[in-house]
């Protein structure tokens, strides 16, 4: 916590890397020349139960935070999981069931706590205020916006410009979502860049309860495996915080080359120099993504584990070390993906096997496939894994 202007200074631009934006940084300074310890927010909704590396980002800056002695508040979404976040959708979103939701946010604690210090780290539900708001005070503080101001918000235009539904609930959301920071009174919120907009009203609705407006701090959208949409469990381009170091090593190796570098500034600590030369190719493509995935491994299973799960990839899929008892299997010609897994039995029905693709189950030759149009090259690729158990080889 800083007490000098210098300090201040140095702190909120230390905080202010990777962000994409800061809004605003001469305030972050401000607040933090008070030398007091700031609530630093970050709400997730538990709409899926496995955390990513995507998420990854934003829970490390909290960590910046939260060694420099400030109070980081982990906000799970419950009452608005029940709503869903409108962001980035063309149609409105299904909401969870209560028993979906608590599944979910069970599940959160234990996978935050690989990153964040659990001792350290407020945990706390919107229901515990939201539950309690009757429809007297939703109108209080809703009367705190304008419509002209949601409707200011990209998804809500876009959708009213091709006239498809926008429902009354769905305006809710940013409201309730801006509401969780005046019950917190969070001095800095943390979000993706797709959160700006729920994140200013946040501020809005601070300045209108008479609070301090909170700084906010977007954070970059990772993209996923495919190295196209954001990473996403509903895309199957996902890495988990918890998958096993081998599946998580797997996955990384299946990055396309281009994203390398914005996956080593983004996950990993690495020096300048270390950047740069990947960045120009200095370090031959595959030697760069082994070492970034042993990095993300040892990170959240430990180095013994990263070690193993390297020597397992480079056992299975460099030196074509198979098991001896892995089931043979000969085609002749290229075939779907699909068709092959439902020939091998690894999957019952075309649609079985298309889940299977977009939940990132399915590797070849060690590199996930998420393709659903994905054809298999006898010659070219020799091993077929999905899940961790059905495995076969290839041979014409």
């Known amino acids: 916590m800083a007490r000098d202007e210098n300090q201040a200074k140095e702190?909120?631009?230390?905080?202010?890397?990777?962000?994409?934006?800061?809004?605003?940084?001469p305030e972050l300074e401000a607040r933090l020349g008070a030398g007091r310890p700031l609530r630093i927010k970050l709400g997730m909704d538990p709409t899926a139960p496995d955390?990513?590396?995507g998420h990854s980002i934003t829970l490390k800056k909290l960590r910046?935070?939260?060694?420099?002695?400030?109070?980081?508040?982990?906000?799970?979404?419950?009452?608005?999981a029940m709503i869903g976040d409108p962001t980035g959708r063309s149609e409105t979103r299904k909401p969870l069931t209560r028993e979906q939701i608590e599944a979910n946010a069970r599940t959160y604690q234990n996978q935050v706590a690989k990153v964040l210090d659990p001792a350290l780290t407020e945990v706390r539900f919107n229901s515990e205020w939201?539950?309690?708001?009757?429809?007297?005070?939703?109108?209080?503080?809703?009367?705190?916006?304008?419509v002209a101001r949601m409707l200011e918000r990209d998804d809500f235009e876009r959708r009213l410009e091709k006239q498809e539904p926008l429902f009354l609930h769905e305006l809710l959301y940013p409201l309730i979502q801006g509401y969780d920071s005046v019950a917190l009174k969070a001095d800095v919120e943390l979000g993706g860049t797709d959160q700006k907009f729920n994140m200013l009203v946040g501020r809005e609705l601070q300045r209108a309860f008479g609070q301090q407006p909170q700084i906010v701090f977007t954070m970059p959208l990772l993209?996923?495996?495919?190295g196209v949409r954001k990473m996403s469990k509903s895309y199957g381009n996902y890495v988990g915080l918890t998958e096993a170091p081998e599946e998580m090593f797997g996955k990384l190796m299946s990055i396309p080359d281009a994203l390398m570098p914005r996956y080593f500034e983004l996950l990993t600590d690495v020096g300048m120099d270390e950047l740069a030369a990947i960045r120009a190719g200095a370090i031959h493509p595959m030697e760069a993504k082994k070492r970034l995935a042993a990095l993300i491994a040892e990170e959240y299973h430990g180095a013994a584990a990263a070690n193993r799960a390297r020597e397992y990839f480079e056992s299975k899929f460099q030196r074509r070390e198979?098991?001896?008892?892995?089931?043979?299997?000969?085609?002749?010609?290229?075939?779907?993906?699909?068709?092959?897994?439902?020939?091998l039995r690894f999957a019952s029905s075309t649609s079985d096997a298309r889940r299977l693709l977009s939940q990132g189950a399915v590797r070849v030759d060690g590199a996930a496939v998420t393709d659903m149009n994905f054809r298999f090259v006898p010659g070219e690729h020799r091993v077929l894994e999905v899940g961790k158990r059905r495995v076969a080889r290839i041979e014409r």
């Open 64 to 80: 910046d935070f939260q060694r420099a002695g400030h109070t980081v508040v982990f906000l799970v979404g419950d009452f608005t």
């Open 322 to 343: 198979v098991p001896r008892d892995v089931p043979v299997y000969r085609i002749a010609e290229t075939l779907w993906i699909g068709e092959l897994m439902k020939q």
């Open 51 to 53: 955390l990513h590396l």
């Open 11 to 25: 702190q909120a631009e230390r905080f202010g890397r990777n962000a994409v934006e800061v809004i605003s940084a």
């Open 130 to 146: 939201m539950n309690g708001v009757d429809t007297r005070r939703l109108i209080e503080i809703a009367a705190k916006l304008s």
């Open 223 to 226: 993209e996923g495996l495919d």
